[in-house]
């Protein structure tokens, strides 16, 4: 295989040796943000809502990103050229730079990774997940924070609930996934999604975009009792598009899974991402 | 001036090239935990305290230290060997480590740094800083992770409101500044300090050993109202020792700043680190 490049701050370098300084606010006091995007057949789906929620995020924790949107896209063309790798991630990040105390926000590094998707994007959803709730909330949820301490530290609790993710909620309202967004489809047909406490993932985006055409939809808080009587649900993410969830807490959701609702919106993911540009 | 070294995983390099790969943990999703100490006269202050709730810390977040005590005492040694700085602050970080698919923990990295103390330790308290209140709770605040997300977001708000440090509180019941713990001297002359959803700090810890010769001590919940009656108030860490606190909200605290109690606490914590072993 030729070198990978990712790219850092100012230049291409082989991944391999893509570094930062041990001074850097991500590595001394966890601080940045990220975005991660695909591309498919070498076309980077819905760029333009990455890098403005990229922009954003980087806004809200007061972090200057020292490029212009058409240089991130040149840069991202470049890496691309670089790699050659049709159906990729490529995830952006950068952090609050080489502090001289350890605790101001310096000038923030850039660090632009590729790397070649898992598996291949269907329209079907071939598979299902199981999900274990957890009372929390997540600090600054609006903003894409390299902050995931929680979902990575409950890995274990998931695996005991023989789960294979977690849905976190507070005071009874469910909030998200630590990657993904949640919908669920209610007794009476309703596709209700979480509006508040929540990162507004892009894919959830597109989907209250083109669900009006099927369903009543609704964007509003979702208490947790709702989840037993749910006819459907899933959780939804760029990597994954539509992830159908056949159980929580122990509970089968749903008579067939995927349920037709959550099989419709997949296939309306699928167009747009593979047909549109 | 010789040149400074850090110590990354197995090696002594230079300071200014210790780094660690984009695909750290820490770096991806802000997974680490981290301690911090001094030396003085190149004796390392209560370094099995530090050592203790390193090895906590590292054990609460799943993460290998991959070395004994011991292992860890002779690299620290061999570090001041080579900066030959006698008065300084020594900071162990341990990270996720270079997760093959961003999310996993992989086999840790150990970043052990070391740089000259800003000023020196006095047996006055020299200095007293204004705080302000903010809701909020850290996650897992049992640990000393690497997460000051909130803390060094809040800076501009801190300025804004004329302080210097901010401290936490939710539901009425105060918990701690992010880098501090916070104690008050009652009404009634006990000295009280949170007891939960803190890190407990080495030198809260010697402050509790001590003080019970001079002052009648509590550890318990401290109600956000207590801080209008209290006659003094201060801050602790390994850096600053004890910091009277002048001020909270606006709100001036006790009759002058400081208090006895604080500066009876701060000599003894200065004969402990300068006499003591």
Known sequence: MSTQYTFVNDEFVPADQASLLASDLSIQRGYGIFDFFK???GRAIFLDDHLDRFFHSANHLRLE???TREELTAIIAGL???NAISDSGIRMTLTGGYSADGYSLAKSNLVITQRALDG????????SIRLVTYP???QMPEAKTIDYL???WLQ???RQHGANDVLYHQGGVISESPRSNFFLVTADD???TPAQNILKGITRMKILEVAPAFVRVEERDVAIEELRSAKEAFITSTTKHILPISQIDGHPIGQTVPGPVSQWLNEQLFQLVTLNK
Chains 1, 2 share one sequence.
Do not use: K
Not at 120 to 127: A, L, N, Q
């Open 65 to 67: 990103v020292g490029r």
């Open 80 to 82: 691309q050229q670089r």
């Open 136 to 138: 929390h909330s997540r």
């Open 156 to 158: 274990p609790y998931i």
């Open 150 to 152: 929680m979902g990575i």
């Open 190 to 192: 309703i596709l209700v």
């Open 39 to 41: 591309t498919l057949g």
């Open 120 to 127: 291949p994007i269907t329209m079907e959803c071939h598979e």
